[in-house]
């Protein structure tokens, strides 16, 4: 099974906290997350965030409806937490959120490691453009929702 990783780094310029506090609500992953991935929640709420939340979610890749269920096997508030795959379309995927001071506000780091049902040209033309637009609406909805970086 080939791992590949992407990362993505993006500086917000609110505290740490209150980063971390809206990333550990678990209904803000619906708001960050682009409206063709067909993202919903199913675990009933409230969802506590903690070491051993499971996550039950539905997600549309590609026209077929799927779901998804995470686990949080790391959890340190206002630092970091990690979600990993415990059902779904990967065969590997742990997700892994930093969260660090930087120049006045806060930097946020996403690491995710995965792997996919069929290698290589599937990550290639499918998976991974995917991850990237996932990600960069992401990057948009957060920067749009925590302000644009001041300009220095």
């Known amino acids: 099974m080939r791992i590949h990783t992407f990362t993505q780094e993006q500086w917000l ?8 506090s809206f990333f550990a609500d678990a209904r803000n992953l619906e708001a960050i997350t682009p409206p063709w991935v067909g993202f ?7 969802i506590a965030m903690k070491v051993g939340a499971i996550i039950d979610y539905r997600i549309r890749l590609h026209g077929f409806s799927l779901r998804w269920r995470t686990e949080i096997t790391a959890w340190s508030p206002s630092d970091l937490f990690v979600d990993e795959q415990r059902r779904g379309p990967y065969r590997r995927w742990i997700h892994t959120h930093r969260f660090a001071d930087r120049d006045g506000g806060t930097l946020c780091l996403d690491e995710v490691e995965y792997a996919v049902p069929g290698g290589a040209l599937v990550n290639r033309w499918l998976v991974r453009p995917d991850i990237a637009r996932i990600f960069a609406y992401r990057r948009q909805v957060l920067a749009g929702r925590f302000g644009p970086p001041a300009i220095t």
Request: charged share 20%; glycine share 6%.
């Open 40 to 46: 919903q929640i199913l675990t009933p709420e409230p």
């Open 13 to 20: 310029p609110q505290p740490r906290g209150e980063i971390f």
